[in-house]
Protein backbone atom coordinates (compact mmCIF):
# COMPACT_ATOMS: atom_id res chain seq x y z
CA UNK A 1 0.00 0.00 0.00
CA UNK A 2 2.77 2.53 1.34
CA UNK A 3 4.33 1.73 -2.44
CA UNK A 4 1.42 2.86 -4.06
CA UNK A 5 1.07 5.89 -2.60
CA UNK A 6 4.61 6.95 -2.96
CA UNK A 7 3.95 5.99 -6.86
CA UNK A 8 1.06 8.35 -6.95
CA UNK A 9 2.66 11.30 -4.48
CA UNK A 10 5.69 10.93 -7.08
CA UNK A 11 3.35 10.92 -10.89
CA UNK A 12 1.40 14.28 -9.30
CA UNK A 13 4.85 15.85 -8.09
CA UNK A 14 6.72 15.37 -11.25
CA UNK A 15 4.20 15.33 -14.01
CA UNK A 16 6.58 14.68 -16.65
CA UNK A 17 9.37 12.92 -14.79
CA UNK A 18 8.32 8.96 -15.65
CA UNK A 19 10.31 8.83 -19.07
CA UNK A 20 11.51 5.51 -20.10
CA UNK A 21 14.66 5.45 -22.09
CA UNK A 22 13.95 5.56 -25.69
CA UNK A 23 10.39 6.61 -25.53
CA UNK A 24 9.07 9.57 -26.86
CA UNK A 25 6.90 11.21 -24.80
CA UNK A 26 5.23 15.13 -24.75
CA UNK A 27 6.97 17.40 -22.00
CA UNK A 28 5.33 20.28 -22.22
CA UNK A 29 1.92 21.91 -23.84
CA UNK A 30 1.05 25.34 -24.32
CA UNK A 31 -2.19 25.87 -24.98
CA UNK A 32 -4.60 23.05 -26.61
CA UNK A 33 -2.93 21.49 -29.34
CA UNK A 34 -4.23 17.72 -30.21
CA UNK A 35 -2.67 14.30 -31.48
CA UNK A 36 -4.01 11.57 -33.45
CA UNK A 37 -2.89 8.44 -33.01
CA UNK A 38 -1.91 6.35 -35.16
CA UNK A 39 -4.64 3.87 -37.32
CA UNK A 40 -7.13 5.53 -34.86
CA UNK A 41 -9.44 8.49 -36.39
CA UNK A 42 -9.91 11.42 -34.08
CA UNK A 43 -8.04 13.89 -32.52
CA UNK A 44 -6.98 14.41 -28.87
CA UNK A 45 -5.99 17.11 -26.30
CA UNK A 46 -1.84 16.23 -26.10
CA UNK A 47 -0.59 15.99 -22.32
CA UNK A 48 1.82 16.19 -20.01
CA UNK A 49 3.70 12.75 -19.92
CA UNK A 50 1.91 11.23 -22.81
CA UNK A 51 3.52 8.74 -24.95
CA UNK A 52 4.42 9.57 -28.43
CA UNK A 53 4.65 6.86 -30.96
CA UNK A 54 5.57 6.11 -34.87
CA UNK A 55 2.89 8.10 -37.37
CA UNK A 56 1.15 10.07 -34.22
CA UNK A 57 0.38 13.58 -36.07
CA UNK A 58 0.16 17.18 -33.97
CA UNK A 59 -1.19 19.78 -34.68
CA UNK A 60 -0.98 23.09 -33.13
CA UNK A 61 -2.96 26.31 -33.68
CA UNK A 62 -2.24 30.03 -32.85
CA UNK A 63 -0.47 30.46 -29.34
CA UNK A 64 0.25 26.35 -28.80
CA UNK A 65 2.89 24.67 -28.74
CA UNK A 66 3.88 20.82 -27.83
CA UNK A 67 7.60 20.13 -26.75
CA UNK A 68 8.89 16.07 -26.77
CA UNK A 69 11.45 14.28 -25.10
CA UNK A 70 13.10 11.54 -27.15
CA UNK A 71 15.29 10.33 -23.97
CA UNK A 72 15.07 9.79 -20.46
CA UNK A 73 17.58 12.42 -19.71
CA UNK A 74 16.30 15.08 -21.90
CA UNK A 75 19.16 15.38 -23.80
CA UNK A 76 17.20 15.12 -27.41
CA UNK A 77 14.30 18.09 -27.59
CA UNK A 78 11.81 19.17 -29.89
CA UNK A 79 9.65 22.53 -29.98
CA UNK A 80 6.86 21.95 -32.28
CA UNK A 81 5.80 25.70 -32.80
CA UNK A 82 2.21 27.34 -33.45
CA UNK A 83 0.20 26.72 -36.81
CA UNK A 84 2.04 23.90 -37.48
CA UNK A 85 1.24 20.33 -38.67
CA UNK A 86 3.85 17.56 -37.97
CA UNK A 87 4.02 13.86 -38.01
CA UNK A 88 6.50 11.63 -35.59
CA UNK A 89 7.94 9.25 -38.01
CA UNK A 90 10.35 7.53 -36.04
CA UNK A 91 10.79 7.94 -32.21
CA UNK A 92 13.80 5.81 -31.73
CA UNK A 93 17.72 6.96 -33.15
CA UNK A 94 17.18 7.67 -36.09
CA UNK A 95 14.91 9.87 -35.43
CA UNK A 96 12.71 11.39 -38.34
CA UNK A 97 9.76 13.99 -37.95
CA UNK A 98 7.68 15.15 -40.95
CA UNK A 99 6.71 18.52 -41.54
CA UNK A 100 3.74 19.05 -43.54
CA UNK A 101 3.47 22.99 -42.51
CA UNK A 102 4.80 25.65 -40.09
CA UNK A 103 7.83 25.34 -37.67
CA UNK A 104 9.96 23.08 -35.38
CA UNK A 105 13.11 23.57 -33.16
CA UNK A 106 15.37 20.80 -32.60
CA UNK A 107 17.82 20.69 -29.71
CA UNK A 108 19.89 17.49 -30.22
CA UNK A 109 22.77 17.00 -27.96
CA UNK A 110 23.18 12.61 -27.65
CA UNK A 111 22.19 10.48 -31.01
CA UNK A 112 24.25 6.87 -31.19
CA UNK A 113 27.26 6.53 -33.61
CA UNK A 114 26.41 7.43 -36.74
CA UNK A 115 22.77 7.58 -35.77
CA UNK A 116 20.82 11.07 -37.32
CA UNK A 117 18.01 13.18 -36.17
CA UNK A 118 15.79 14.59 -39.40
CA UNK A 119 13.24 16.83 -40.04
CA UNK A 120 11.51 16.21 -43.83
CA UNK A 121 9.77 18.86 -45.38
CA UNK A 122 7.34 18.77 -48.33
CA UNK A 123 10.57 20.87 -50.17
CA UNK A 124 13.58 18.88 -48.55
CA UNK A 125 15.27 17.90 -45.22
CA UNK A 126 17.60 19.07 -42.90
CA UNK A 127 19.37 16.56 -40.48
CA UNK A 128 21.94 16.43 -37.77
CA UNK A 129 23.93 14.09 -35.14
CA UNK A 130 23.82 16.90 -32.47
CA UNK A 131 23.23 20.62 -32.56
CA UNK A 132 20.25 23.34 -32.18
CA UNK A 133 18.26 24.31 -35.19
CA UNK A 134 14.69 25.03 -36.73
CA UNK A 135 13.02 24.29 -39.52
CA UNK A 136 10.13 25.85 -41.05
CA UNK A 137 7.93 25.33 -44.74
CA UNK A 138 4.86 26.41 -46.01
CA UNK A 139 4.91 23.24 -48.20
CA UNK A 140 6.15 25.07 -51.50
CA UNK A 141 9.81 25.99 -49.85
CA UNK A 142 11.46 25.39 -46.26
CA UNK A 143 13.83 27.63 -44.33
CA UNK A 144 16.57 25.22 -42.42
CA UNK A 145 18.09 27.74 -39.36
CA UNK A 146 21.39 26.59 -38.35
CA UNK A 147 22.09 27.85 -34.28
CA UNK A 148 24.37 25.32 -32.77
CA UNK A 149 27.44 23.56 -34.70
CA UNK A 150 26.20 22.25 -37.84
CA UNK A 151 23.07 21.16 -39.88
CA UNK A 152 22.92 19.31 -43.62
CA UNK A 153 20.19 20.28 -45.46
CA UNK A 154 19.12 17.57 -48.97
CA UNK A 155 16.78 18.71 -51.78
CA UNK A 156 13.97 16.35 -52.87
CA UNK A 157 13.14 15.81 -56.43
CA UNK A 158 9.13 15.43 -58.03
CA UNK A 159 9.36 11.39 -57.71
CA UNK A 160 9.90 11.87 -53.46
CA UNK A 161 13.83 11.02 -54.24
CA UNK A 162 16.57 12.80 -52.65
CA UNK A 163 18.66 15.24 -54.29
CA UNK A 164 22.03 14.32 -55.02
CA UNK A 165 24.59 15.91 -52.59
CA UNK A 166 24.14 18.23 -49.76
CA UNK A 167 24.78 21.54 -48.50
CA UNK A 168 26.31 22.34 -44.85
CA UNK A 169 25.16 24.69 -42.53
CA UNK A 170 26.98 26.28 -39.92
CA UNK A 171 25.83 27.82 -36.87
CA UNK A 172 24.50 31.70 -37.45
CA UNK A 173 23.73 30.95 -41.05
CA UNK A 174 20.15 29.19 -42.60
CA UNK A 175 19.77 27.33 -46.08
CA UNK A 176 16.61 28.81 -47.96
CA UNK A 177 15.05 25.80 -50.73
CA UNK A 178 12.32 25.97 -53.01
CA UNK A 179 10.66 22.45 -53.76
CA UNK A 180 12.47 20.10 -56.20
CA UNK A 181 15.56 22.26 -56.23
CA UNK A 182 19.53 21.51 -54.72
CA UNK A 183 20.39 23.30 -52.12
CA UNK A 184 22.63 26.34 -52.45
CA UNK A 185 21.15 29.69 -51.44
CA UNK A 186 22.82 30.80 -48.15
CA UNK A 187 21.85 33.66 -45.69
CA UNK A 188 22.76 35.16 -41.91
CA UNK A 189 20.46 34.65 -39.06
CA UNK A 190 18.78 37.74 -37.93
CA UNK A 191 18.62 38.86 -34.67
CA UNK A 192 14.97 38.01 -33.81
CA UNK A 193 15.49 34.33 -35.37
CA UNK A 194 19.01 34.16 -33.00
CA UNK A 195 17.06 35.85 -29.87
CA UNK A 196 13.52 33.43 -31.06
CA UNK A 197 16.32 30.38 -30.41
CA UNK A 198 17.57 31.78 -26.91
CA UNK A 199 14.60 32.17 -25.42
CA UNK A 200 13.19 28.59 -26.35
CA UNK A 201 16.63 27.31 -24.85
CA UNK A 202 16.09 29.57 -21.56
CA UNK A 203 12.64 27.98 -21.09
CA UNK A 204 13.39 25.21 -21.54
CA UNK A 205 16.13 25.31 -19.42
CA UNK A 206 13.84 26.60 -16.35
CA UNK A 207 11.39 24.07 -16.95
CA UNK A 208 13.92 21.31 -16.66
CA UNK A 209 15.05 22.71 -13.33
CA UNK A 210 11.72 23.31 -11.92
CA UNK A 211 11.02 19.19 -12.69
CA UNK A 212 14.40 18.19 -10.75
CA UNK A 213 13.00 20.20 -8.42
CA UNK A 214 10.24 18.60 -8.00
CA UNK A 215 12.00 15.17 -8.18
CA UNK A 216 14.26 16.41 -5.27
CA UNK A 217 11.17 17.10 -3.13
CA UNK A 218 9.52 14.13 -3.92
CA UNK A 219 12.94 12.29 -3.31
CA UNK A 220 12.64 14.09 -0.10
CA UNK A 221 8.87 12.85 0.81
CA UNK A 222 9.77 9.10 -0.05
CA UNK A 223 12.99 9.29 2.58
CA UNK A 224 10.50 10.96 4.83
CA UNK A 225 8.14 8.25 4.44
CA UNK A 226 10.33 5.79 4.54
CA UNK A 227 11.54 6.67 7.75
CA UNK A 228 8.05 6.93 9.27
CA UNK A 229 7.29 3.55 8.11
CA UNK A 230 10.84 2.02 9.72
CA UNK A 231 10.02 4.01 13.22
CA UNK A 232 6.40 2.68 13.16
CA UNK A 233 8.10 -1.06 12.36
CA UNK A 234 9.80 -0.26 15.41
CA UNK A 235 7.38 0.85 17.93
CA UNK A 236 5.32 -1.96 16.70
CA UNK A 237 8.27 -4.39 17.55
CA UNK A 238 9.72 -2.45 20.55
CA UNK A 239 5.50 -2.96 21.63
CA UNK A 240 5.32 -6.78 21.01
CA UNK A 241 8.08 -7.21 23.01
CA UNK A 242 7.09 -5.29 25.36
CA UNK A 243 3.89 -7.00 26.43
CA UNK A 244 5.64 -10.36 25.46
CA UNK A 245 8.01 -9.88 28.67
CA UNK A 246 4.98 -8.90 30.82
CA UNK A 247 2.90 -11.81 30.14
CA UNK A 248 6.67 -13.87 30.87
CA UNK A 249 6.91 -12.09 34.37
CA UNK A 250 2.74 -12.86 35.13
CA UNK A 251 3.00 -16.53 34.31
CA UNK A 252 6.82 -16.52 36.82
CA UNK A 253 5.15 -14.53 39.61
CA UNK A 254 1.72 -17.00 39.49
CA UNK A 255 4.25 -19.81 39.51
CA UNK A 256 6.48 -18.31 42.49
CA UNK A 257 3.30 -17.36 44.86
CA UNK A 258 2.89 -19.51 48.47
CA UNK A 259 0.24 -22.24 48.91
CA UNK A 260 -1.91 -21.85 52.03
CA UNK A 261 -0.88 -24.40 55.05
CA UNK A 262 -3.20 -26.98 55.68
CA UNK A 263 -3.77 -26.78 59.03
CA UNK A 264 -4.82 -30.55 60.80
CA UNK A 265 -7.37 -31.44 63.40
CA UNK A 266 -6.75 -32.45 67.47
Do not use: H
Amino acid sequence: MRTFIVAVALFFLCGASSFAENQTKIFYVKGKPNIMKEGLPNWKACKVNMPVGNGDRIKTEKEEAVEISFLADRSNMMKIEENTDAYIRKCEAPYRIELLNGAAMALIKKLPRGSTFEIATPAGLSGARGTGWRSSTSGASADFQCYESTIYVKGIDQNGNMIEGELTVKSGWQAFLDRFEKPERLGKLSDDDIARWNQWKNELEGRLKEMESRLSRASTLDSKINQLESQKLDAKEALAQERAEARQESRQESRQEPREEETGGE
